[in-house]
């Protein structure tokens, strides 16, 4: 058994030799190819800044039609939904016992005219004293007062319209009995030509644009400040601007927003009262302004936005970004990056730090809508 063991050793050095060598050979290494990725080029230019609010319209004026005379309602004079002028008769309340006052108002307004005038005379020749005189000159004027009230009267059974405007539906029909002063309505008018918008605003973002142009990180936009859009509920924007009239005096206690008062031309009556619509208030220009793509942007663990910078050389830079708001399909950034840059948007899924990439346009931004909210 030994002597087998010895025979076979001298065969086994070569082979062992080979197989070492194997070992220490090097394995060609392959060469790492760019990853190809979208890029977009920050920009600066100068920004308008809008907010977008919500708000109800309103009438622009309000008339509540009501009865000023007593009396049985004869005739309703226009139709439902229509437009009336102002002066316009809307009704007509039985007005034969206001003309009999008229008629006795004006008899004893004759008579005490006459009778003054017989003691002007008469005083001339001391037939009566002054004071017959001023009873009667008294009586006359009083008189005169009386016919005054029997013609208003008698016109307020002729029931007008206050101002121009569309009228509501009726709430009261012929053969009703009207009251003097009654607390409801016979129908409403509401000029809708303009109309107004009200809006809302959180008194810490009004705090927070005062500071922002006092300190000159906002100027003011000018004559065009005052200028306001509108988007109606259904998401169309409505075609005419509207003029920013005034704010509130005081903060609601409860919601802490102040409201801001817009007046918008109304020619179609496209606007209603009661309709939900968002308006758009110019804030102010923010010079440099620096809008991000939001395919840009990813957010952290700590949830600060961060993007991806492309170096001259390829090779990667994970920078956080100083976001101040969405402006269109972008973010508007305070700080992270310079006008040059370029920050990836397409292609993130495939990168990490030590990539190395080959960048062109990225075909996922919408440039045109980028262009758009400046």
């Known amino acids: 058994m030994r002597r087998f063991r010895t025979r076979w050793i001298p065969y086994l050095f070569p082979v062992s030799g080979l197989l070492l060598g194997g070992c220490n050979a090097e394995a060609p290494q392959a060469v790492a190819q760019p990853i190809e990725v979208g890029v977009y080029t920050v920009q600066s230019a100068p920004l308008t800044l809008t907010t977008d609010l919500p708000g109800r319209t309103a009438a622009f004026r309000v008339a509540e039609v009501r009865p000023q005379v007593s009396g049985i309602l004869q005739q309703r004079l226009f139709m439902e939904g229509s437009e009336v002028k102002k002066g316009q008769q809307l009704y007509q309340i039985d007005a034969r016992t206001y003309l009999a006052q008229q008629a006795r108002a004006e008899a004893n307004l004759r008579s005490a005219k006459n009778l003054a005038d017989r003691y002007e005379r008469l005083l001339q020749t001391k037939a009566i004293s002054q004071q017959q005189r001023d009873d009667a000159v008294s009586a006359w004027k009083q008189a005169e007062a009386d016919k005054r009230v029997a013609d208003i009267n008698v016109q307020y059974t002729r029931v007008l319209s206050p101002i121009t405007g569309r009228i509501g539906r009726s709430a009261v029909t012929e053969g009703a009995l009207m009251t003097e002063g009654q607390t409801s309505s016979m129908a409403t008018v509401n000029q809708l030509d303009p109309i107004y ?177 400046r």
């Open 197 to 373: 918008v009200d809006v809302t605003q959180p008194i810490t973002r009004i705090l927070a644009l005062k500071r922002a142009l006092k300190s000159g990180d906002l100027i003011n936009a000018g004559d065009d400040q005052a200028q306001v859009g509108l988007t109606l509920d259904d998401g169309s924007v409505y075609p005419l601007q509207g003029t920013l009239k005034f704010s509130e005096v005081s903060v609601d206690q409860g919601t802490g927003s102040v409201t801001l008062r817009a007046v918008f031309p109304n020619p179609d009556r496209a606007l209603l009262p009661g309709m939900f619509v968002h308006a758009q208030l110019k804030e102010g220009v923010k010079e440099e302004a620096m809008i991000v793509p939001q395919q840009a942007i990813t957010r952290d663990s700590r949830g600060i936005a961060t993007v991806w910078v492309v170096k001259p050389d390829g090779h990667l830079e994970h920078r956080d970004l100083s976001t101040l708001r969405t402006v269109g399909n972008g973010w508007l950034i305070n700080g992270g990056l310079k006008p040059g840059e370029r920050i990836i948007t397409e292609g993130l899924q495939r990168i990490n730090a030590d990539s190395v990439v080959k960048a062109s346009p990225a075909r996922n931004v919408d440039l045109g809508a980028l262009a758009a909210s």
